[in-house]
């Protein structure tokens, strides 16, 4: 009888131990469900699905067959900052603030400027970078402000904020595929003009392209867009950005890509 009991004893002993075993397993797993983003709601466990165009360098651009540039680093090192493995995804840039709503990228880190119509589909961070709308011409434009730009021939790329700055001044605004393209078009002696990002204008030049800055239009908030759905994920980003401000980081990424800091925000005079 001592014997069985013994065994009997032994045997919940054991019972117990692996009970144990196998709350704190589920606690692990718990804990690390935590730690891959599962607070998240993310496409993928894990991943943080992000969309740039890939057409618009120097902020995002193909280096073989991945994406490279200011945006891409900087939404992988968001990912890094929330323990978890940076997707990329290509898309054309007209159809990604509409991917993010539907769900099909967690975010976007391609150079949106905020407007009220884009806020209407996706929230936005806080601005990782400032730019601003210029007129390139080609050299014997007789385009010399945007006094001059009434009822010219002016392209656009298409789904970008210029489109709406562009019909202030005409509305004869042919739209292409990315900026590079309109800029291209430009110096083949296609239309009169292009309202583009300043930097990816000096970009072009810097790339042999004959085109002109006949001056700025404005200053532009550049952010990244979430889905409306997924407020967790944006005040997670939101943090990271303004931890990678503090330490320089953000500055750093833009000096490697741009070659100047455009984190912060510039002074405007009334």
Request: proline share 3%; aromatic share 6%.
């Amino acid at each position: 009888m001592k014997r069985l009991n013994i065994a009997i004893f032994s045997a919940l002993i054991l019972l117990l131990l692996a009970a144990c075993g196998s709350e704190e397993s589920s606690t692990n797993a718990d804990s690390s469900e935590a730690e891959a983003g599962g607070e998240y709601n993310l496409i993928k466990d894990g991943k943080l699905t992000f969309a740039a165009s890939g057409e618009f360098k120097p902020f995002s651009y193909m280096e073989g067959s991945e994406m490279v540039g200011y945006d891409i680093a900087v939404g992988e090192a968001i990912a890094e900052k929330l323990g978890l493995e940076p997707v990329q995804q290509k898309a054309k840039f007209s159809g990604i603030v509409t991917g993010v709503n539907e769900g099909r990228y967690d975010i976007a880190v391609a150079s949106h400027t905020i407007t009220d119509e884009r806020k209407e589909q996706v929230n936005f961070t806080e601005p990782y970078y400032y730019s601003g709308p210029v007129i390139y011409t080609r050299p014997d434009s007789d385009i010399t402000s945007a006094d001059d730009l009434k009822g010219k021939e002016i392209s656009v790329s298409r789904g970008s904020s210029y489109v709406s700055i562009a019909e202030e001044y005409t509305d004869n605004i042919p739209q292409v595929d990315s900026d590079v393209v309109a800029l291209q078009s430009l110096a083949s002696g296609h239309h009169d003009a292009v309202i583009t990002d300043d930097i990816t204008g000096i970009t072009a030049i810097e790339n042999g392209l004959e085109i002109e800055n006949r001056g700025q239009l404005g200053v532009s908030n550049q952010a990244i867009a979430v889905n409306k759905e997924n407020e967790e994920l944006l005040n997670a980003i939101d943090e990271a950005l303004q931890e990678m401000k503090d330490s320089g980081e953000l500055a750093e990424l833009a000096e490697e890509w741009i070659g100047e800091d455009i984190t912060e925000e510039p002074e405007t005079t009334e």
